[in-house]
């Protein structure tokens, strides 16, 4: 076994005894201490077993597998451990017992870190004199992705799932909506030419983590608080932040917001780990809904897209309710989005057809499908019931160019 202990900044919370592979073997919390613990269900008895788990980056994220195998390490966890856990979205990193190890001398928001995975150029960013320390191994999601700096910013490149460029482009349609929408809590991706991997495009979005607030993911929030029978998850969800210091005030047209701009953009993995809050740093409460992030997953990628109204509207989704129509359900202010300030087609079309691996149908397409669902949108927003709808669309069109898209 291998003795460390938990921490929070320089905050001593549990001592943790890891095996061979990484993973918790058993743990005692810190008298006094769980306030300073990650978000948990009290009731649990293994919650930080859980939550050491789900740190770890996927093993089906890009080539983390063979990744691992070239390293010699025994696994995601092995790989967390190595890294002492480290984030650049939250403070809870692990200190080898008597390492002598502070905050200030490991934490990724201030210091440099290695680059071990490089999407941008394929080649590992390892200067002499940096700990051999990354955020890497702690970052979520499926789709092949890595930290870096750029410039002295530190972010996110994303890349795609596989030859085509798209998820990284919807990144960049997201943008343009909501920039034209007016709203300012998004966050921004920019497009990046990758060199050395099948597709031809990635995108970059600076880090809206600090030192004064970090990240905590609404899945976190909703399991560390029982549900009420009679609630459902979203309420649920507004509760407990409220309890935590955000308003209802704040929170609820946040997310009415982004369940409108996701159904116009057919986006359909708004699971509970892309949607989150940002929590202050010293009095850990609540600050303000986190800046709409992950947006990919849109535009009917790595689908077919539906030729009339009623397979338009079975589109299912992984979030407060399963498909779009039980999203839109939740909306009780309908005006919050401006159909007439989207992305024009033509930007769209333009867009897609800057990656010569994406044919000119299967543009015309997703083109299609995204002028069907403004009008679904428009009818909606108008008080038209969508159950009703069977067939019968129009275009709606408004002026763009592809503008400063690029880092």
């Known amino acids: 076994m291998r003795p460390y202990i938990l921490k929070r900044q320089d905050n001593a919370i549990a001592v943790i005894n890891l095996t061979e592979d990484g993973s918790i073997q058993d743990y005692k919390l810190f008298e006094n201490k769980a306030s300073l613990a990650p978000l948990h269900n009290p009731d649990s008895t293994d919650w930080l077993k859980k939550w050491w788990a789900r740190r770890a980056v996927p093993i089906f994220q890009g080539h983390i597998r063979q990744m691992l195998v070239d390293k010699d390490l025994l696994g995601p966890e092995d790989y967390l451990a190595k890294n002492l856990?480290?984030?650049?979205?939250d403070y809870y990193w692990i200190s080898p017992v008597d390492s002598g190890l502070r905050w200030k001398d490991v934490n990724l928001f201030e210091n440099n870190f290695h680059n071990d995975i490089n999407i941008e150029n394929d080649e590992p960013d390892a200067p002499d004199g940096i700990p051999h320390y990354t955020p890497n191994s702690s970052l979520q999601g499926t789709l092949e992705k890595c930290w870096t700096i750029r410039n002295g910013k530190r972010g996110m490149i994303k890349g795609n799932r596989d030859a085509l460029s798209q998820e990284c482009f919807n990144e960049i349609i997201a943008t343009k909506l909501h920039e034209l929408q007016?709203?300012?809590?998004?966050?921004?991706?920019?497009?990046?030419?990758?060199?050395?991997?099948?597709?031809?495009?990635?995108?970059?979005?600076?880090?809206?983590?600090?030192?004064?607030a970090e990240l905590i993911s609404a899945y976190d929030i909703v399991t560390s608080k029982k549900k009420k029978t009679d609630?459902?998850?979203?309420?649920?969800?507004i509760s407990v932040c409220n309890e935590h210091g955000l308003s209802e005030n704040e929170l609820r047209p946040f997310l009415e917001y982004q369940i409108m701009t996701d159904f116009i953009l057919s986006?359909?993995?708004?699971?509970?780990?892309?949607?989150?809050?940002?929590?202050?740093?010293?009095?850990?409460?609540?600050?303000?809904?986190?800046?709409?992030?992950?947006?990919?997953?849109?535009?009917?990628?790595?689908?077919?897209?539906p030729d009339n109204d009623k397979d338009m509207l079975k589109i299912a989704t992984e979030s407060f309710s399963g498909t779009?129509?039980?999203?839109?359900?939740?909306?009780?202010?309908?005006?919050?989005?401006?159909?007439?300030?989207?992305?024009?087609?033509?930007?769209?079309k333009d867009l897609y057809s800057l990656d010569t691996n994406m044919t000119e149908s299967r543009i015309n397409a997703i083109i299609l499908g995204y002028e069907r669902k403004l009008d679904l949108f428009a009818r909606w927003q108008k008080g038209e019931d969508l159950k009703a709808i069977t067939f019968g669309f129009h275009t709606r069109r408004n002026t763009s160019s592809l503008g400063d898209i690029f880092v």
Do not use: W
């Open 267 to 305: 986006g359909r993995d708004r699971h509970l780990s892309n949607i989150a809050v940002l929590r202050d740093a010293d009095t850990l409460k609540f600050i303000q809904p986190a800046p709409i992030y992950d947006s990919g997953k849109s535009m009917f990628v790595n689908d077919s897209v």
């Open 231 to 237: 609630t459902n998850t979203y309420e649920h969800f």
């Open 324 to 348: 779009e129509l039980g999203l839109l359900s939740l909306v009780k202010d309908r005006s919050l989005v401006d159909i007439t300030k989207v992305p024009d087609p033509a930007f769209i």
């Open 85 to 89: 856990g480290l984030s650049l979205t």
């Open 182 to 212: 007016g709203f300012s809590n998004h966050t921004t991706y920019r497009l990046l030419e990758i060199h050395g991997k099948p597709y031809q495009y990635g995108c970059f979005s600076e880090l809206f983590t600090s030192t004064k």
